[in-house]
Structures are given as structure tokens and as C-alpha cells.
């Protein structure tokens, strides 16, 4: 093909054409990460704190939740212990891990494991709950356990902010157990287990990413499982002065 | 390929012929200083913001742009009208820009008026990435001035853009530092009853929705042309000089309400676009637009150019004054801004006529007799030969109404001057030279502004851009958008590559915009002509609800020449957003 | 005596929509002011075209001696309504407000002048007319005459007072040579 003519022509009309010769390019597909979902992560200590209870007793305790994932689906790791700092021990120890995705606008469907692996027998739990912000903002979770053994319970955790400033905040903090059937090995009778419920003031240093608290919590044991706590030498009902800090990265 | 050898020996003759010019930019890693924090981020040419593009109307423009970073970057250079893959977005106008690649722009200069440029990859634009364009027109301009000024503002954060994203998908208010606290509680209970703030908290607390929630980014520190209030950018002038300072928001998420104690602005060019001179006291500007002012201070003294963000909870300042080294009284922000009921009208399932009344903890000290005020923009075709004796007193028309038909009626928003002058509002402005004939659109296309505050998801209808069909539209059709904002959220509505007519019911005399901010509880029309082949996007400005899913393509079928332009849609390998 | 207060004001007041709204008069209105008065056709020594755009004037100054008389004709080449008026810039403020008011009751919109709501009455006697001799305001396409004789040297520019206008630089400067 000769040169000649599209010189020529080009040379003549280029200013007009060269804007329209451009537009012959393809129009690409967009495979770019803003046609990806949105990937996030993060990392969140609820509790990260000190116990120290009216029995002299000294604890260790966080509760930790870390997440990845899209809107439309999260994997999460959520941790949550009470470490005896005398006994070396732990008293509490939990690991979850479960799959989460939306199912309203303010709540989410969770289903997973989860591991007990405290100073006694350990447990193996199946896990379904519900998790989300509840009207005049409570923050709910709400799980049904169905164990390796075939033992069932609940437990609902709620909590509620009060802002006395925009960086001191009074977090209230509800959880609740109950047990469908009792499982006498690892302290838990029928009906309803335990409560544990604490206030904490806290106050945001750096931004939300480490907010020390001091708090009072208070765990107490019903029913059944009271029994059998005082039968095996422990107490049903505790009061902790707590110092710690929420983390959040 | 031909066209393109005998297209380059023609480039290569422009220069000397005075119509072409080549620019060369690089995109570095750079340090910014805000007088609050440095931080590294990301600017031209080694600085943020980058330096300021002058280019003619009329000329064949060359950028060389050279990416010194070490992941994918692009330039959109905002507002300009031209080819669809010299837009700098990637995925849509072109792959991007790789680490270490040079990439080549060109394109004629089609308008001219003051514009700007920034990075449409990532949160690069956030981070720094940003810079101004004035094109000087061929002709002469319809207002005359001594000299000129950029003002370009950013909100600049301590933390990086992809930080920023994380934390607000973690945590939504994480940034909201002007929450409602018990103290206001009871300074509300003391103004409006006790039980009135009762009802008021637990109906907004039923919805699970804030009236704090205006700005989704706070803790930032406003800057001017790259200065932080304690660096206080200053412009020089001769008392009794007109100056031209062309306003620029570049921010990520921010609105600012600007203004200069002591001096009267003439807003003359929206968004590039000549407008009909109006004088206003204050006016707030969009993230992504711009407005060009022309102030004459007569007297030798400073002026502070004040910009307060909408939600009140940071600031950018800024001097004009004879002399370096001089300055005026930088006033104190003014009271958190509050959503209302009004504000909220756009959520589906409200019943806005038993909860426009409900509202009374928001209703501080409203001016009941200016409510009734006869809006003269929004009445088309009113017969005014027939009204004799008009009566004053119920005319609530002039400087001090605060009655803005772009905002709910009853809006936490509505803008209202701090000197109690005028306000800009969007009905002021008209166009000086309109573009296009006015003419019927040949379709309406509804957009639903919508999206989860908890979640922080953005969308469009409903549907976020990584689940979304492309919008299409036919070559040479005119479409009515309407935005219908379903949010509480203001959002800043960005269609690149053709312009946005935005209706205030002026008929020919529309202004020409770029970027329409849609207030939360309001309907906007907007009228495109469609005479830009190929693809474009078209999103919510503000960085994080773009990139949470607030964003469109827009796929142009057709051409002036059908065969030419005719789109093959090719898959292509694609770098970073 | 009400009759006559009536007459007094329409006089006066005859240029004015509100008593109100004329903030800092300089001068004040009528037909004799510190720019100059009225001039006779016959007088005039020169003429001096001037064309008004959107929104400048060309010439944008002009040099008269004083006590000349100058017979101007005004052409609109633009696509609004446009002002020439001859005055001190304190009368040019004055007068800005007066037609803030005009623009909010309708009366200039755009490129369009509603000659009909000029005639609107006010209340107290008062109208939108805009005919005094100093001035005149056109629409797009309209040509108009105004004869001036110059006083001694003063403060004086031709300007637009469309809101906005002169703000926006359409105004001339008055040499006195």
C-alpha cells in the first residue's frame, strides 16, 4: 500500500482527524481492581484488660476478633479468653472461626466452629448466629452451639455505647449463656448458665486504634451450674476492677 | 498506523505553527507538609499539589507523563472535553500507567476556563495526587480583571487513602469526632423539652441513622495550594485591584463554605463555564468543582479567604493582602452541622408528612417568616403582568432568606451565610454562553443515589459498580438524568467527557457543569448531550464512596462516522484501579 | 397634602423601587447630578459609539474635557440586558441596589426586559421605570442614545449595574482632559 495518500490526506486534515483516528482504539473491559469487590481486613481486641476480683483473684481476659473478606462474604477468627495469671491457667479459652454474610441491612448470618480448649476437657462446637445493630443502637450477637457431644446452648452478647464525649465513651456490655442441656463435665447445668456483664469508661488516645478503659465486671453463675460450681470449691458470683484497652487496626 | 505517521510529522510542524505545546510530568513519591503532619504521599513533578497546566484554547496539547512509582498511576484531567481514551481511567479509557512507563496524552484543547487534573488509580488522588489546569481562551473573557490566583483546597489526612477506606468498612463513624453527646443531649432537652429530645433520639435512633453523620472524614487539615492554615498561603494585591481567584476543591470528601470577611465575591465561571456575574457574600463548593471569583479589595489591609467545612469540623485558610507577611482574623468554625428529618426524606418507606413535623429538636430557632419565600427560578412561565401591589412583607426574596430550592425543605444543610449576606445557591447560576441549543430530551434515566451507611457500601439503583451493566447511550440523543438521592449523604455527581446541563429552571440559560452535587432528600435534573464517542465513567466524587462501589460506566454506541468510531470491545490485560 | 408628598416623591423617586433599598446615594437621583446633566443633541460636539458586550464595553474609557457635551449611541451586541449609565462609582453602588431589586421581581431576566412589570406599583408611588437621562438600559439587539454634558473633572465612569456586571469589570473610565 502506498504512502502517498494517507500522508497527503493526513497532512491536510490532521487536526480534524486526529482526535476521531484516536477513536478507532477498542474500548477495553474493565479489569481493573475497581471492578473487584472491595477486600477488607481488620483486627479488633473488644477486651484486652487486667481482672482483679474481690476474691483476690488476678485474670487476664481479652475477647478478639479479627475479619477478612467482602460485603458479601467475611471469614472471621474470633478469640476470647480468661487467663488465671496465679494458677497459670486458663480458665476461659474460645477460638471461632466462621463464615459471615449479609442478611438485612443491619444484620449479618454467621456459621462455623468453634474450639474450647481450656484447663479441662476441651469442646468442639458447631456455631450459628446472627450479628448485627439492633434499633437505638445495641450492638447484638446472638450464636446457638450445638456440641461434639450433642449438647445445646445460647448465648447473646450485647452491647451499648454512650458517648459522655466524642472520645470518652462508657461502653455497657451484656453476655448471656443458657444451656439446653447440661454437660456436668465442663461445669454446666440446664437452663439458664451464666451472665457477665460490665461497664467500662474508656477514652480514644489514638484515634479508634487504642482506647484505654477501666471498668467493673461482674460474672455470676445460676442455677445448676451454680451447683455445681460451689460443689467443686469455686464461686458462683465474681466482681472484677478491670484496666485495659480496646485495640482496633 | 499510516494516518498515525503522517498525523506525527504534521505533530511534529505544530509547534513551530504555535498550535501545539508539550508538557512533561512525572508522578513521584513526595513529602506533604500541612503544618499539622508530614506525610509521604504522592505529587507532580515532585510536589503536591502538582504544578499548574496552562494551556491555550485552541492548541494541540502533549503531555508526557512518566510514573516513577512503583504500582500502576493515571491522570484524568477533569472536565476536559476530549477522546475518550485520553481521560486517564483505567479500565475504562486505557490500561493505566505502569511503574517506570512513560505514557503520551494528546489531545486539542476544546474550551477554556479553570479545570484540574488528578490520579484516577487508587487512592492516589487522596494521598496528593492533584494539580490545576487554566486554559486561556482565544478570545476575550465577559469580566475583566488585574490578576489572578489559583486556590486550590484539599482535605489532607494524616492517614493514607487505602488506610482511610479500611477503617471506614471497619467502622463507619471511625472519623466522627462531632457525634451527639449526653452533654448535647441535655443542652438540646433544656432548648426543645425533654421530651421532644427523647422522641427526637429514639427516632433517629430507631433508623439506626445519625445526625451527626454530614462528614464521613474528619481530623484532616484543610489546605490551600498545598499550605496548611499555620502555612498560610498568601496572595499579593494593590489595593483597589480586581482579582481573579479560581477556586478549586480537590478534596477526597469534603465541602467547603467559603468566604472572606470584609470583601463581596462576583462568582463569574462555575465548573469552567462562564456564568452570569452574581455577587454573594458565601458560596460552598463541591468536592470537584470549581468557581471563579472576581473580588476588589480597596482597602490595604489582609483578607482572609476562609473555608469552613460543611460539617464544621475543619477548616483550610488562606490570605490576600498587600504585603507577605500579613494577617487578618481567622474566624472560629461555627456550630456542628445537623441532618434534620428533611434530610432523611429520600429514604424509601418515610412518610415525610407525619415526620416533617416530628422534628422539633432540630428546629433551632428557624425562621418561620422566611419559609413562605416566593422562589422565582423554580416558577417557569408565572405571569407576573397580572399581580398589582405586590405585598413586601411577604416577599422573603432577598439577602438573608435561607431558602435554597436544592436543598429538603427543612434541611440541616441549607447553607446560610455567617454574615447573614447571600448565599450561592445553584439556582444563581446561569449560563453566559450556552453550548447547545435548548431542545427536548429524547429520554429520561432515573438514578437512585443509594448505599449503607453501616456497611459503607455505595451504589447506584441499588447495585455497585463491581455488579453493574454498563449505562448505555445512543450518539447525538440528549438524556435527562435524574438523580434521586436516596441517601442522607451529599454526593457529588461526576460524568466525564461530555457536560452535565444542570436544570434550575432556566431553560437555554442552564449553567454547564461538570460535577452536580445531589443534597440528601432531593430530586436533580441534569441534561447531557451525548456528542462524546466511547466509554466513560461516571461516579460519586468523593474518593471513598467511588471506590465502595458509587460508580458507572458509560458506554457511548455509536459516532459522528460510524464507521471510524465503530467500538470493538476487546479484552485487555488490566493493571490497578 | 397627601397629594402633594405623592408628587414630591414621584419626582424624586421616579427612578427608585424602593426608598429603602437606595442605600448610599451620592448625590442622589433627578436629572442634575455630580457627573454632569442633561445635554441638548445640538450641543454635542462629538459622537461617541459605544457597543455593549457580554459583558464589557468597547471603548473601555473615553476622553472628554469639561463641560462637553457628548452625544453617545449605545448599542447592546450582547445576549443580556445591559446598563450604560454615567456616574460617580458611589451613584453606580446606589443604583446596583435598585436593580438587585428589578432582577428579583422579575423585571430583568436575562436577556429579556418586561417592560409591563416596570409599571408595577411599588407601593408609595413608586415604579421600576427605568428612564432617567444619565442611563439606559437595553435588551440584546437594541440601540439608544443618551446626550451628556460633562461637568467639571469629577469621579466619573460609565458603568453596567445588572447585578454582577460591574463587579465583573463592565465599566469605562471618564478622562478629563
Redesign the interface.
Known amino acids: ?1 502506498s ?1 502517498r495518500l ?6 491536510l486534515l ?2 480534524a ?22 477486600t ?3 483486627i ?1 481486641f473488644e477486651e484486652f484488660e487486667y481482672r482483679y476480683s474481690d476474691d483476690d483473684e488476678e485474670l487476664a481476659a481479652w475477647n478478639a476478633d479479627f475479619f477478612y473478606g467482602t ?1 458479601d462474604f467475611k471469614v472471621r477468627w474470633l478469640t476470647k479468653g480468661e487467663y488465671a495469671i496465679e494458677e497459670q491457667a486458663y480458665e476461659e479459652l474460645e477460638n471461632q472461626l466462621v463464615g459471615q454474610v ?1 442478611i438485612s ?2 444484620f449479618d448470618a454467621k456459621a462455623g466452629v468453634r474450639f474450647d480448649t481450656p484447663e479441662g476437657p476441651d469442646r468442639t462446637y458447631a456455631v450459628l448466629g446472627v450479628a448485627g ?1 439492633a ?3 445495641f450492638e447484638i450477637d446472638a450464636n446457638l452451639y450445638v456440641s461434639n457431644e450433642g449438647e445445646t446452648s445460647a448465648e447473646l452478647d450485647a452491647e451499648y455505647e ?6 470518652w465513651i462508657v461502653a455497657a456490655t451484656l453476655d448471656a449463656t443458657v444451656a439446653f442441656s447440661e454437660d456436668r463435665e465442663i461445669g454446666v447445668g440446664k437452663g439458664l448458665v451464666s451472665t457477665e456483664t460490665g461497664v467500662r469508661l474508656s477514652y480514644d488516645l489514638i ?2 486504634a487504642f482506647s484505654p478503659y477501666v471498668g467493673v465486671v461482674h460474672e455470676r453463675k445460676y442455677g445448676d451450674t451454680a451447683d455445681l460450681a460451689e460443689t467443686g470449691g469455686g464461686s458462683t458470683e465474681d466482681w472484677f476492677a478491670v484496666i485495659g484497652a480496646r485495640i ?1 487496626f | 498506523m499510516n494516518i498515525r505517521l503522517g498525523a506525527v510529522l504534521f505533530g511534529l510542524l505544530m509547534p513551530a505553527l504555535g498550535l501545539a505545546a508539550e508538557y512533561d510530568l512525572t508522578v513521584d513519591r513526595v513529602q506533604i507538609d500541612s503544618g499539622d503532619f508530614v506525610k509521604e504521599g504522592i505529587g507532580y513533578n515532585g510536589a503536591s499539589p502538582g504544578p499548574v497546566m496552562r494551556f491555550k484554547e485552541g492548541e494541540e496539547v502533549k503531555i508526557n507523563v512518566t510514573n516513577n512509582l512503583d504500582e500502576t498511576t493515571s491522570i484524568h484531567w477533569h472536565g476536559l472535553i476530549l477522546p475518550f481514551d485520553q481521560d486517564g481511567v483505567p479500565g475504562i479509557s486505557f490500561p493505566g500507567i505502569k511503574p517506570g512507563e512513560t505514557f503520551t496524552y494528546e489531545f486539542p484543547i476544546q474550551q477554556a476556563g479553570t479545570f484540574w487534573f488528578h490520579s484516577h488509580s487508587g487512592f492516589q488522588e487522596p494521598d496528593g495526587a492533584y494539580g490545576a489546569i487554566v486554559i486561556e481562551p482565544e478570545g476575550r473573557e465577559p469580566f475583566r480583571y488585574d490578576r489572578e490566583y489559583v486556590v486550590q483546597l484539599t482535605d489532607k489526612h494524616p492517614h493514607s487513602g487505602d488506610r482511610i477506606m479500611r477503617n471506614l468498612k471497619m467502622m463507619p463513624d471511625y472519623y466522627n469526632r462531632e457525634q451527639q453527646t449526653v452533654g448535647e443531649f441535655f443542652s438540646d432537652a433544656s432548648k426543645d423539652g425533654l421530651m421532644n429530645t427523647i422522641q427526637s433520639r429514639m427516632a433517629w435512633g430507631d433508623m439506626r441513622m445519625m445526625q451527626a453523620d454530614v462528614e464521613d472524614l474528619q481530623g484532616f487539615t484543610g489546605l490551600i495550594n498545598g499550605k496548611g492554615p499555620e502555612q498560610n498561603w498568601t496572595g499579593l494585591f494593590e489595593p483597589g485591584e480586581r482579582i481573579r481567584l479560581r477556586f478549586i476543591n480537590s478534596s477526597a470528601m469534603t465541602y467547603f463554605d467559603i468566604r472572606i470577611p470584609g470583601l463581596d465575591m462576583t462568582v463569574v465561571q462555575a465548573d469552567g463555564n462562564n456564568v452570569q456575574p452574581v455577587s454573594v457574600d458565601e458560596f460552598r463548593i463541591g468536592v470537584a468543582e470549581s468557581y471563579d471569583v472576581i473580588v476588589r479589595p480597596k482597602d490595604e489591609q489582609a483578607y482572609t479567604i476562609f473555608a469552613e467545612s460543611m460539617g464544621r469540623s475543619g477548616y483550610a485558610r488562606a490570605t490576600l493582602a498587600p504585603e507577605q507577611g500579613m494577617e487578618a482574623a481567622v474566624p472560629q468554625l461555627r456550630e456542628p452541622a445537623r441532618l434534620t428529618m428533611a434530610d432523611m426524606g429520600g429514604m424509601p418507606g418515610m412518610d415525610h408528612g407525619s415526620m416533617a413535623g416530628m422534628d422539633h429538636a432540630s428546629m433551632e430557632g428557624m425562621d418561620h417568616s422566611n419559609m413562605e419565600g416566593m422562589d422565582h427560578s423554580n416558577m417557569k412561565g408565572m405571569d407576573h403582568s397580572g399581580m398589582k401591589g405586590m405585598d413586601h412583607g411577604s416577599m422573603a426574596m432577598n439577602q438573608g432568606a435561607a431558602s435554597d430550592p436544592f436543598y429538603a425543605k427543612g434541611s440541616g444543610l441549607m447553607p446560610k451565610a455567617a454574615n447573614g449576606g447571600k448565599f450561592l445557591s445553584y439556582s444563581d447560576l446561569k449560563a453566559q454562553d450556552p453550548l447547545y441549543e435548548e431542545r427536548e430530551p429524547t429520554r429520561e434515566i432515573e438514578l437512585r443515589l443509594t448505599g449503607n451507611m453501616e456497611r459503607y457500601t455505595w451504589s447506584i439503583n441499588g447495585v455497585k459498580y463491581e455488579d453493574a451493566d454498563p449505562i448505555r447511550l445512543k450518539y447525538g440523543e440528549r438524556v435527562r438524568f435524574k438523580f434521586v438521592n436516596e441517601t442522607m449523604m451529599t454526593h457529588p455527581m461526576h460524568l466525564h467527557g461530555m457536560w452535565s446541563i444542570l436544570d434550575v429552571g432556566a431553560g437555554q440559560w442552564n449553567p454547564i457543569k461538570h460535577t452536580v452535587s445531589v443534597n440528601p432528600g432531593t430530586t436533580v435534573y441534569v441534561e447531557t448531550e451525548v456528542d462524546a464517542p466511547g466509554q466513560w465513567a461516571f461516579h460519586c466524587h468523593l474518593s471513598y464512596h467511588a471506590a465502595a462501589g458509587m460508580f458507572r460506566k458509560v458506554i457511548i454506541e455509536g459516532g459522528p462516522d460510524s464507521n471510524q468510531a465503530k467500538a470493538e470491545v476487546v479484552t485487555e490485560e488490566g493493571g490497578e484501579a | 397634602m397627601k397629594a402633594t408628598k405623592l408628587f414630591v416623591a414621584s419626582i424624586v423617586f421616579s427612578m427608585s423601587a424602593t426608598a429603602f433599598a437606595a442605600g448610599a446615594h451620592d448625590g442622589g437621583h433627578g436629572h442634575s447630578s455630580a457627573s454632569g446633566e442633561p445635554g441638548k443633541a445640538s450641543e454635542a460636539s462629538r459622537t461617541i459609539t459605544v457597543e455593549m458586550y457580554d459583558n464589557y464595553y468597547e471603548p473601555e474609557s473615553i476622553n472628554v474635557k469639561p463641560g462637553e457635551t457628548v452625544r453617545f449611541v449605545v448599542g447592546n451586541k450582547g445576549n443580556l440586558v445591559h446598563e450604560f449609565n454615567i456616574g460617580t462609582p458611589g451613584m453606580h453602588e446606589a443604583h446596583q441596589a435598585e436593580m438587585m431589586m428589578m432582577v428579583e421581581h422579575g423585571v430583568i431576566q436575562g436577556g429579556k426586559l418586561h417592560h409591563d412589570m416596570m409599571n408595577m406599583d411599588m407601593g408609595n408611588g413608586h415604579s421600576m421605570k427605568h428612564d432617567d437621562p444619565n442611563s439606559v438600559l437595553l435588551e440584546p439587539g437594541q440601540s439608544q442614545e443618551v446626550v451628556w454634558k460633562f461637568s467639571d473633572k469629577g469621579n466619573i465612569e460609565f458603568a453596567c449595574n445588572v447585578p454582577g456586571h460591574y463587579q465583573a469589570g463592565m465599566y469605562g473610565d471618564v478622562n478629563f482632559e
Open positions: 500500500m504512502y494517507p500522508l497527503t490526506l493526513s497532512c490532521s487536526v482527524l486526529l482526535p476521531v483516528a484516536v477513536h478507532a482504539q477498542d474500548m477495553i473491559v474493565d479489569t481493573t481492581e475497581r471492578k473487584q469487590p472491595l477488607t481486613w481488620g479488633q460485603d449479609p441491612k443491619f445493630l434499633p437505638q443502637w454512650l458517648l459522655l464525649t466524642n472520645y484515634d479508634r482496633a
